[in-house]
């Protein structure tokens, strides 16, 4: 993967070339016409004003030929362009076009992991899963009781002690006047949500007449511990709010007799998203992301990673990873099944990156997938997993998703992962079911919402050794799975779902 190479100063204007090979520099501060930068001994002048975060071209690109970062294109050249100028949406575009077609290189790939004696303190639950916290979670099969759920949620929290870490219910508005693909796709996330082992207990709330009716949800939920799992179908009762308040009783009990313990960091799930990302994503959160993924990975972990439209042209650096030739093939088929979901609704599937992105000093697709997956770092893919599938298999794992943070942070909650690690650049209050940590890509960010980033990783822009702040974020990684520190999102109460939406709707 590409790493951070040079950093430079000259004649007030800061900057980073990333790798040997670009045709651009990323500036660290807002630049004028007139100002200069020094680059492998040349002196370049900049010759229009250029915000921070965004790039100048180094040498002289000639029009429709490659730009360079990253080491790798991220697209075209509009125009001949000069060097000093700014190269941003004015004058490159994507290089991108169409499905492409993949070529599978059998490589002797072996995942290794090293001994060690590495543990968190985390609960154990009755069927071997672990969780690193120990709530209880209402789960409704049908939008149309959100209030009422709310309601038992609020209830529940005047019934615990505080061996339980809280009553949480996450509000949608499916379930009802589904069908198919749409219908099978809440199912396996709220399946996946009710079996998740940060949940000790869990209450499913139906209403009895939608078409996720709880003995249809139930087949997708065994085999069903129903000590851990109570059903309240409210048609069915006179007064829901006591009923469900009953339930939640003797899920408090069942829930309180589980203690944390040590449990080897071999059992800890990390899944991996950025969101609102600029122009330092790719720099510094992200491949911090990278390395103490390959570190955790390497101690026996699991990185889940999502966003595919966010691998778009990037994917063949995951795909040189795979395992085997059946991970490339599932590679292929998460990447090219994602782009015929665009066409089949007529939009151009290289649309992208987002307004926030460009303000950011993102110009292309090939530009934002780049910074994206160095999320993964450089561990070996040993699976790859549909919507709504759980992760069963240590090491780096895809699963197939949207780049939407709701709907991404979501699924890989849905998959098994313990907590997710949220890079930013922009910045967002959003968080997940599980503790979302949010790591801010420049300190400005961390500086003026403290009360949303658990982690600056602008650190790196300001010559602090990159070792000790991998250290610094791996021991808040095992803090927060110890529940030795509480993410933002936590104490902020913003847990929240989203699931994909593709049919009709009765």
Known sequence: MPKLKEYGEYSMCEFIKINVKDDVVVLLEDSKMGDTIKVDDKEIQILQDTPKGHKIAIKNIDRDNEVLKYGYSIGKAKEDIKAGQWVHSHNIKTGLDGILEYKFESKKLENTVKENNIYFKGYVRENGDVGIR??????????????????????????????????????????????????????KILSGLVNHPNAAGVLVVGLGCENNTLESFKTVLEPI????????????????????????????????????????????????????????????????????????????????????????????????????????????????DFKKYFIRYDQVIYENPSPGNKKGGITTLEEKSLGCVQKGGSAIVTDVLKYGEKSTKNGLNLISGPGNDQIAVTVLAASGAHMVLFTTGRGTPFGGVVPTLKISTNSDLYNNKKHWIDFNAGQILENKDIRKVDEEFFDLIVNTASGEYMAHNEVNGYKEIAILKDGVTL
């Open 134 to 187: 120990n709530e209880i979670w209402i789960v409704n099969t049908v939008g149309c009781i959100n209030k009422t759920c709310a309601i038992l949620a609020r209830e529940g929290n005047k019934l615990i002690n505080d061996k339980i870490d809280g009553v949480h219910h996450f509000e949608h508005p499916h379930g009802c006047s589904q069908l198919g693909d749409d219908l099978e796709n809440t199912r």
């Open 225 to 336: 511990n129903h000590n851990r799992v109570k059903f309240l179908n409210i048609q069915d009762v006179e007064d829901e709010i006591e009923e469900g308040k009953k339930l939640i009783k003797e899920l408090v009990d069942y829930s309180s007799k589980f203690e944390r313990e040590d449990v080897h960091i071999s059992k800890l799930k990390i899944g991996l998203k950025c969101g609102g990302s600029d122009a330092f994503s790719g720099i510094t959160a992200n491949p911090l992301l990278g390395r103490v993924s390959d570190n955790l990975v390497s101690l026996g972990a699991t990185s889940i990673q999502t966003e595919v439209p966010e691998m778009f042209g990037a994917e063949t650096i995951l795909f040189e990873r795979s395992l085997t030739e059946d991970v490339f093939n599932n590679s292929v088929d998460l990447i090219n």
